[in-house]
Structures are given as C-alpha cells and as structure tokens.
C-alpha cells in the first residue's frame, strides 16, 4: 500500500499570506495525486486532481505541482475561508489519504 | 448537479451490521465511468478508504476490510449500498459515499460527496 505523509500537519498563517503544503508518498505514484478542503462538520471538497489540475470552480489562488514522490499544495494569497484542513490522496494503488494539514489564523 | 446522500443508522451495537444507503440524485448510476465509493473518517484521523462499485456492478475493497465488506449497487433506485459486518467500537466513525471520477488526467479523484452520517457503534 501507498503512504501519504503530508507536512507540517498543522500551521499558522495570515490573510495573504503565500502557504505551500507537502505530500510525500512511499513510493512513486505519477501524478495519481489529489487534493482536497474539509472544514469542520462537512465533507471534503475536491480541490486538485492529476497533480496539477484545478477543479472546476475552485479559485485560481490554488496550484498544485509535483510527480513521483514529492507534491506541493500552493494558496498564492489565503483568503479567510481558506482555514481549513487540507488532505491528499493517491489512486496510483488502492485510495489512500495523508493525515491531513490544519491550516489556522495567525 | 449529481448529489448523494447517505442514510443514517445511528447506533449499531458491537458485532453486528452496518448498513448504509447512497441515494444518488441528479444523474445516473449506470452511466459515465464513475466508481461509487464508500469512505469514513473517525474522530480526529485521515480519511480511510472502504470499497467502491463500478458502473457494471463490479467491486473492489480496501485490504483492511475486505472480509469484512460488501459494496453493492441497486440500479432500479439509483442507490448504492455498503455492508460491514462483525463491528467493533473501532468502526465508529463519519461515513461518507462518494462519487470517483475519472478523466483525461490519470488516476481517481473523488469529486461528489454525501455530507457524511455518524455512526456510532456501542452497546
């Protein structure tokens, strides 16, 4: 099975600021990579797929980038709905999720 | 819009089965290449795949739970369903269906989701 360690698992942030999130798998896996939005009480929403493809509707201020082993989940300039938790998963074997990232306000 | 909506069991007491309901609205659960998915997160950990069926009825499991799991599809109601037997306190958790899309980029994203319904396993 693949594992997904994402870094940091929680971290502070301010309106505006630039935030990149890690995901590291334990083996390489493509771009077979996604990203997704949780806030607290609601289902995830899909945010990045394929690595670097933006959902339809999702803000431009969102980018993923990364193939292999290594991937980054980039908000260029954090609004204040965007404290939330943020998780990637990987499809290149059976679906599995990292542990997730808990953005909060500085 | 599609939408899916999970039943709500509540309590389930130890070593019996988990039954859950997908109701899927706004399109077809046989059309499209779609994997109609069954995920659960328990309190304050990631996010576990179940299982998920296919279009053609077809299934796959998650190794963890594999014996344990049945994922089955009711094309007359548009609905699909997930079965977990012999549950224990450890599968108290926020389950949630899901819809797996697949496209011009490779691999699997899960792009529609109920809103989730708790289930609570204890005696």
């Known amino acids: 099975d693949v594992q997904l360690t994402q870094s940091p698992s929680s971290l502070s942030a301010s309106v505006g600021d630039r935030v990149t999130i890690t995901c590291r798998a334990s083996?390489?896996?493509?771009?077979?990579l996604n990203w997704y939005q949780q806030k607290p009480g609601k289902a995830p929403n899909l945010l990045i797929y394929g690595a670097s493809t933006l959902e339809s509707g999702v803000p431009s201020r969102f980018s993923g980038s990364g193939s292999g082993t290594d991937f980054t989940l980039t908000i260029s300039s954090l609004q204040r709905e965007d404290f939330a938790t943020y998780s990637c998963?990987?499809?290149?074997?059976?679906?599995?999720f990292g542990q997730g990232t808990k953005l909060e306000i500085k | 819009q599609v939408q899916l909506q999970e039943s709500d069991p509540g309590l389930v007491k130890p070593s019996q089965t988990l039954s859950l309901t997908c109701n899927v609205s706004?399109?077809?659960?046989?059309?499209?290449?779609?994997?109609w998915s069954w995920i659960r997160q328990s309190a304050g950990k990631e996010l576990e795949w179940i299982g998920r069926v296919y279009t053609d009825g077809s299934t796959n499991y998650s190794p963890s739970l594999k014996r344990r799991v049945t994922i089955s599809m009711d094309t007359s109601k548009n609905q699909f369903s997930l079965k977990l037997n012999s549950v224990t306190a450890a599968d108290t958790a926020v389950y949630y269906c899901?819809?797996?899309?697949?496209?011009?980029?490779?691999?699997?994203?899960?792009?529609?989701w109920g809103r989730g319904t708790l289930v609570t396993v204890s005696s």
């Open positions: 706004g399109g077809s659960i046989r059309s499209g290449r779609y994997y």
């Open positions: 899901a819809r797996g899309a697949t496209g011009a980029s490779p691999g699997l994203w899960f792009d529609r």
């Open positions: 998963q990987q499809s290149y074997s059976n679906p599995s």
């Open positions: 083996q390489s896996i493509s771009i077979y």
